[in-house]
């Protein structure tokens, strides 16, 4: 174990709020990682508020060069966090959790999706952690799309592509492009997701449903294809990459329906394509 996290631990022995101290993520889960990977904690204690209402804590363990506080909740319960960027070690990501959600964990023999692909105990004060279920490594599966999710996905993509002709047709380019570059993609990749796993017979779990490996297992011919998906600043090349995003959506989209025996919705996606061809005053 690296110095830092050893200091980690050394600090959580002598706090008594905290009772149990987890890894998680790739250092755990057999992925491939490198100097820059994070470490993700997650700390189970009696009560958060010495860590969440103060950042003094984080300072203990070396420089800090930047850090963030994404809170999230899990279950309707929330979950303070720190993310924390090291001047001479790597980030680490920590997370406060009350005890009572990892004795909920033990008692129902159940892994949180999180923990099945690994985990390592790092500290057990009342050896509650240590009767958690054997990680599964089948975490984070890219589950078959029921038709109205799959309906949904197409709709809400052409949307998407119909707001970003509509702002650049204001000349709002800005805003044009963050439509572009984040709620496009995001139904873009949700469908490449749904095809990858479809080859594999949805039994694939070494997809991150974030993209974060997208290169490394996706083909030549598709990784050619999002290259065209990406612009510069400026009208004609926005909508170069829209058109490439369109095309490959709608290719693979067809590809998933066909594979599901879902009827794809050829009528309605040429409505939209004829509209946003109208607005544009040129054919797509």
Not at 56 to 67: C, L
Not at 223 to 243: H, P
Request: charged fraction near 30%; glycine fraction near 4%.
């Amino acid at each position: 174990m690296i110095d830092i996290i050893e200091n980690i631990i050394q600090w959580a022995e002598s706090e008594p709020e905290i009772r149990a101290l987890i890894l998680e993520g790739s250092m755990v889960s057999g992925a491939n990682t490198d100097k820059l990977s994070d470490y993700d904690l997650n700390l189970f204690v009696t009560d958060d508020k010495q860590y969440s209402e103060s950042n003094d804590w984080i300072y203990a363990f070396d420089d800090v060069t930047v850090y963030q506080k994404p809170d999230f909740t899990f279950e309707k319960r929330y979950i303070p966090s720190r993310l924390v960027v090291y001047k001479n070690s790597p980030r680490v990501d920590f997370s406060f959790w009350n005890v009572d959600i990892l004795k909920h964990f033990v008692e129902k023999q159940h892994l949180p999706e999180f923990y099945k692909n690994g985990y390592r105990i790092l500290l057990d004060k009342d050896n509650i952690a240590s009767k958690l279920p054997e990680p599964t490594h089948d975490g984070y599966a890219i589950s078959k799309p029921l038709k109205d999710d799959l309906l949904k996905t197409i709709y809400d993509f052409w949307y998407e592509a119909y707001c970003v002709v509509k702002y650049l047709k204001r000349g709002s380019l800005f805003f044009a492009k963050m439509v572009e570059n984040s709620y496009i993609k995001k139904f873009l990749l949700q469908m490449i997701l749904w095809n990858e796993a479809a080859k594999k017979s949805w039994r694939t779990y070494h997809i991150h449903t974030e993209g974060k490996n997208l290169e490394k297992v996706i083909s030549e011919s598709l990784k050619n294809k999002l290259s065209g998906c990406f612009s510069e600043y400026g009208k004609e090349a926005i909508l170069r990459s829209l058109f490439m995003m369109m095309r490959l959506f709608e290719e693979l989209s067809k590809t998933l329906c066909g594979d599901l025996e879902i009827k794809y919705p050829e009528g309605r996606i040429l409505t939209i394509k004829k509209y946003i061809s109208t607005i544009l005053d040129r054919r797509i």
